[in-house]
């Protein structure tokens, strides 16, 4: 195992000690020691510093703290990765961990032949793992449109890029519009770029479902989608793709009103994406069509 490679752990946290001691130790359980961990709290008003001083002496680490909440988390990335001195960049949210064996894992792997790595992640409820968040493999011919196409393939807490590559961005984009959702627009600006993905189809991290994840299913989650499609649809000159692209954003608005258990208006968006959209779209957006009318028509045999 080659040891001269630093990785900067970058993790955002707002009032989440508790969350955070997992988090951490996590981190010092690592079998690759060649590491620092950037805390960025944004504006944390429970005892998140101390918890951090307790890790002070087992952690390299670099504790920022920002004297106003953005609002989300994509400022304290960003502050996080301007802070980093690795050339390769993990994210960690602080309610979600590693296996130990994580950085050794990504460490072996050809890393002059990649530029961006994700995985999947065990999802965790109650103490319990309840299934696996599977990602995919992007394109390697077009990325940028698969992920526009076919949804975000990548949980942020699997995410390592080298640094030089996020530099080439504008980063997070810290609008409020898009809050929930812009870890997947800095995926479609690194594709845009021409970043090379590479999927590892194993679990090398957990994913912690509680009761305040940022992912909502009401209108504030359509209006978020909106922007962030609409920006691609603009610049999209191919009539064909921007078809597709706007399926796709159809197939997110019918899916959170499906969620949010509007199933009638729902119907009409997935609708629109099963006759335009990729294959994806058009086999998910059947599964929510036909789980919605099932729903309907127990609620009319209901009424």
Known sequence: MD?????SI??????????????LNSLVSQTYKNFEVVVCDNASTDNTKEIIER?????????????????GPAKPRNVGVANAKGEWVCFLDSDDWYTDNKLEYISN???DEVDFIYHDLNIIQNGVVIKKMKSRNLSKV???????????????SSVCIKKFFFNKTDGFKEKKDIIGLEDFHLWI???????????????????????DNLTVTDERQVNRYKFLYQEFIDLEKDKGKKIKIKA????????????????????????????????????????????????????????
């Not at 040891?3 to 990785?7: A, G, H, P, V």
């Not at 590892?200 to 509680?210: A, D, E, N, Q």
């Open 3 to 7: 040891n001269s490679l630093l990785f």
């Open 10 to 23: 970058v993790i955002p946290t707002y009032n989440r000690s508790s969350d955070l001691v997992r988090c």
């Open 55 to 71: 890790y002070n002496g087992l952690l390299n680490l670099n504790y920022i703290y920002l004297t106003e909440n953005s609002g």
């Open 109 to 111: 792997l050809n890393l």
């Open 142 to 156: 077009d990325a940028y449109h698969d992920l526009l196409f076919n949804m975000n393939a990548i949980p942020t």
């Open 189 to 211: 600006n690194l594709a845009k770029i021409g970043t090379r993905f590479r999927y590892v189809s194993i679990g090398l991290g957990f994913y912690f479902i509680g009761n």
């Open 248 to 303: 796709a954003l159809n197939y997110h608005i019918g899916w959170v009103h499906y969620k949010n258990k509007d199933f009638n208006k729902g119907m009409s968006f997935l609708v629109k994406s099963v006759i335009n959209g990729s294959i994806v779209i058009k086999f998910r957006s059947v599964y929510f069509l036909s789980r919605g009318l099932v729903n309907i028509l127990i609620g009319k045999l209901n009424s």
